[in-house]
């Protein structure tokens, strides 16, 4: 049987002093893999679990030198010297990387041991205990890779490190099982109350996620619900109104609100990806005001990240 520092998992970044990720200072460690494909992700590189090249084109020079080191030939030159892309062929070899003189290109996603993160990890501890921050895993869906979770916050509660785990939800219940005890804290997604809704906005419907919510609540550990609010998705009274109820059935008493943002739209062209919500514009913030007050007439504590 493997040790826990001997375990290794899928990582696309880790990100110190993150202050919107749980209490406190805290560093958050992004794991790849997610089988949930919501609509409006912002990290789109976290979906696959194999590593992905990104393509920064306002930093391409077209000195073509990527085109000449491709052993796949998934680069070639297109009309007027432009770089032609054939994502199906791209192998995320990291040859063009090593070619590009301007850093126009990037692989995202590298193979990282327990003991590779805690060496990240453990920089910043000071600063945990000062502010009563800690470690949190994100993602992508961190339970995609439970041995890895499990190993990453054993090691950390072992060193009195606070773990905070936001997940989907969406995995089977023995993933959650083996973490549970070793989870101070869920950040839970809640992206639809409706199983026919939530399975057209991330392809899978909501069933099990909810059974897993209701049996992480049974175990009484701490739980803050987060909610993705996209325009036109999911933020009708109806929904909201199902959400509310649903932290009442609970006794879960705060939500945490996550606006929309259009951030990681460039994320989908540097992937070669079409971006669903294109058309989707971000909140006003008389909006959110709106929404955040309706949510809270229901005796909820709201919070607007």
């Known amino acids: 049987m493997m040790v826990a520092e001997e375990r290794k998992g899928w990582v696309f970044n880790i990100q110190r002093y993150s202050v919107n990720d749980g209490p406190g200072i805290r ?21 696959g679990m194999t590593p992905e090249m990104l393509y920064l084109e306002p ?21 007027n010297g432009a770089l032609v892309i054939d994502w199906q062929l791209c192998q995320a070899c990291g040859k063009c990387v090593e070619s590009c003189l301007n850093e126009a290109r990037a692989i995202c996603g590298s193979l990282m041991s327990v003991s590779d993160v805690m060496a990240v990890v453990k920089k910043d501890s000071l600063f945990y205990r000062n502010s009563g921050g800690g470690v949190t895993v994100s993602g992508g869906e961190p339970l995609y890779q439970p041995e890895f979770l499990r190993g990453i916050f054993t090691s950390c509660q072992e060193q009195g490190i606070h773990t905070a785990l936001e997940t ?64 036109g998705c999911n933020d009708d009274r109806e929904n909201l109104d ?13 939500i945490d609100l996550l606006p929309y943002h259009r951030l990681g739209v460039n994320k989908y062209r540097r ?35």
């Open 27 to 47: 560093t958050t460690v992004f794991f790849k893999g997610c089988p949930l494909h919501c609509l409006w992700c912002d990290n789109p590189e976290s979906q």
């Open 59 to 79: 930093s391409c020079t077209r000195c073509h030198r990527c085109v000449a080191t491709c052993p796949s030939g998934a680069t070639r030159v297109g009309v």
């Open 168 to 231: 989907s939800g969406f995995a089977g219940w023995q993933a959650i099982e083996d973490i549970i005890e070793h989870t101070d804290l869920f950040l839970f997604d809640i992206k639809h109350t409706e199983p026919i809704r939530h399975r057209q906005l991330t392809g899978m419907d909501n069933g099990q996620i909810l059974a897993n919510l209701a049996k992480i609540v049974a175990r009484q550990k701490s739980i803050i619900l987060r909610v993705p609010l996209i325009p």
């Open 242 to 254: 199902g959400l509310a109820r649903l932290a009442g059935r609970l006794k879960l008493t705060r």
């Open 271 to 305: 992937l070669g990806r079409r971006y669903e919500l294109e058309s989707v514009t971000e909140f006003h913030e008389e909006e959110l005001v709106s929404i955040k007050a309706h949510l809270e007439s229901f005796g909820l504590e709201v919070c607007l990240a």
